[in-house]
C-alpha cells in the first residue's frame, strides 16, 4: 500500500499570501496524483487531477507539479474561501486508493 | 447537472448491519465506474470500494473485505454499499463519488455523505 505524507499539518496565513503545501509517496505514483479540498461539513472538491491538471471550474491560482514521489499544490494568492483542508490522493497502485492525512489551511 | 445523493445511514448496534444507497441523476450511471469513500469524524479520508459501470467488477479496502459489498441496479441509476458485522471504527461519513473515465480513482462528483454511527 502506498503511503501519502503531507506537511506541513497546518499552515497559518494571511489573505492574499500564497500557499505551499507538500504530498510525499512511500514510493513512484509517478503523475497520478490528485488533490481535493474539503470544507466544514461539505463533500471533498477536486482540485488538480495527473498532478498538474485544474479540473472543471478550477480557478488558475490553484496548480499543481511534481512527480514521482513528491508533489505540491500551490496556491497563489489566498482568497478567503480557501481556508479548508487539502488532501492528496494517488491512484497510481490500487487497491487501495489512498489519501494523505490532510494539510489544514487557516488563517493567521 | 450532476447529482450524488447517499441515504441509509443511522445507528447501528456493533455487530449489525445496515444498507447504503447512492441514487444518482445528470449522467448515464452504467457508463460510470462509482466508488465509496468514508470519513471517519474528525479524521481524514478513506477509499472503501469501487464497483465497476456493469457491476461485473469490485475492489474493495482490506479493512471492510468480507464484511461489506458495493453493488449497483443500473435500472434505477441507484448505488448501494450492504455493511455487515459492523464495528465501531467503522463509524463514518460515507460518501458516493463518481469515477471519472478513463482510468479509476479520480472523484470529480461526490455526494454530500450519510453518517453511520456504530455503538452499543
Known sequence: EIVLTQSPATLSLSPGEGATLSCRASQSVHSYLAWYQQKPGQAPRLLIYDASHRATGIPARFSGSGSGTDFTLTISSLEPEDFAVYYCQQRSNWPPFTFGPGTKVDIK | ?120
Open chain 2, 1 to 120: 447537472e450532476v447529482q450524488l445523493v447517499e441515504s441509509g445511514g443511522g445507528l447501528v448496534q456493533p455487530g449489525g448491519s445496515l444498507r447504503l444507497s447512492c441514487a444518482v441523476s445528470g449522467f448515464t450511471f452504467s457508463s460510470y465506474a462509482m466508488s465509496w469513500v468514508r470519513q471517519a469524524p474528525g479524521k481524514g479520508l478513506e477509499w472503501v470500494s469501487t464497483i465497476s459501470g456493469s457491476g461485473s467488477s469490485t475492489y474493495y479496502a482490506d479493512s471492510v473485505k468480507g464484511r461489506f459489498t458495493i453493488s449497483r441496479e443500473n435500472s434505477k441509476n441507484t448505488l448501494y454499499l450492504q455493511m455487515n458485522s459492523l464495528r465501531a471504527e467503522d463509524t463514518a461519513v460515507y460518501h458516493c463519488a463518481k469515477e471519472t473515465p478513463p482510468d479509476y480513482g479520480r472523484y470529480e462528483y461526490w455526494g454530500q455523505g450519510t453518517l453511520v454511527t456504530v455503538s452499543s
